[in-house]
């Protein structure tokens, strides 16, 4: 991964400007706003338009359409238009034989969110060619995004980074609500608690955040909160024994014999 402000100071793209017409295939919330981010920094939206549509008369197409569609959304457009998705898995083969590119906005996007927030965030992109790859930069600033080229080779490790990191979060604190439901709170006592925990890693890294009785060494303690997740929510058990198990390596702690 490299982020391109710092390890590309005579790329192309620093002068090049977006497309001035691009359409978007695919109205989910993906698609409606990079939509209106896009229209937003000057450039002439088409769309977003249905699954299934064939866009003419523009200089890119961006398909924000599921990982299993984006192949015959491509097909659907005429050759010459430079075709990108959004997907953070997917290679551009996929695009195939589009001149294609690829730009994944690292954010978590709800219903009816506003382009700011993508302000900032990150932004995987690559290009089958330079032109393409410069495309795909030039849209990312137009929204506002932090362009990082991603190697094909490495977009599988990059996706499942971003799922770890957002989605098992997201897991992970639902299995925290379960158990904290059962002794009589609602989630609302751990938000603190986790907004803290999610600002000390960014600015401490994993080492100088953790904290709690895994990292002190406090077995005993590990052991009691082990019998409650095993009376109240046996299911998490599992879950519960492999992220002790983490957490102790990342601690350097080694667990103590019964």
Request: contains cysteine.
């Amino acid at each position: 991964m490299r982020e391109l402000d710092r390890t590309l100071p005579s790329s192309p793209t620093k002068t090049l400007q977006p497309p001035s017409r691009v359409a978007i295939v695919g109205p989910g919330r993906l698609g409606t706003l990079l939509a209106r981010g896009l229209a937003a920094a000057g450039i002439e939206v088409t769309g977003p338009m249905g699954r299934g549509a064939a866009p003419t008369g523009v200089d890119a197409v961006l398909l924000c359409v599921p990982d299993s569609q984006i192949a015959a959304a491509a097909a659907l457009v005429g050759l010459g238009v430079m075709v990108g998705h959004c997907s953070g898995a997917t290679s551009l083969a996929a695009l195939a034989p589009h001149e294609a590119f690829s730009l994944h906005p690292l954010m978590t996007v709800t219903e009816n969110e506003d382009p700011v927030r993508l302000r900032g965030a990150g932004a995987a992109i690559a290009g089958s060619t330079p032109r393409a790859l410069a495309t795909a930069e030039a849209l990312a600033r137009a929204l506002g995004l932090r362009p990082v080229q991603i190697a094909e080779r490495d977009r599988a490790a990059y996706h499942a980074a971003a799922s770890i990191a957002s989605n098992f979060l997201v897991t992970l604190e639902a299995a925290a609500e379960r158990l904290l439901s059962s002794a009589g709170a609602d989630r609302e006592l751990l938000v603190g608690l986790v907004r803290a925990t999610v600002d000390n890693w960014a600015q401490l890294g994993p080492s100088g955040a953790l904290t709690g009785p895994v990292a002190r060494g406090d077995e005993a303690t590990v052991a009691r909160q082990r019998a409650a997740v095993a009376e109240r929510a046996p299911d998490l058990l599992a879950l519960f024994d492999e992220l002790v198990a983490a957490t102790r390596a990342l601690a350097g702690v080694e667990a103590v014999a019964a």
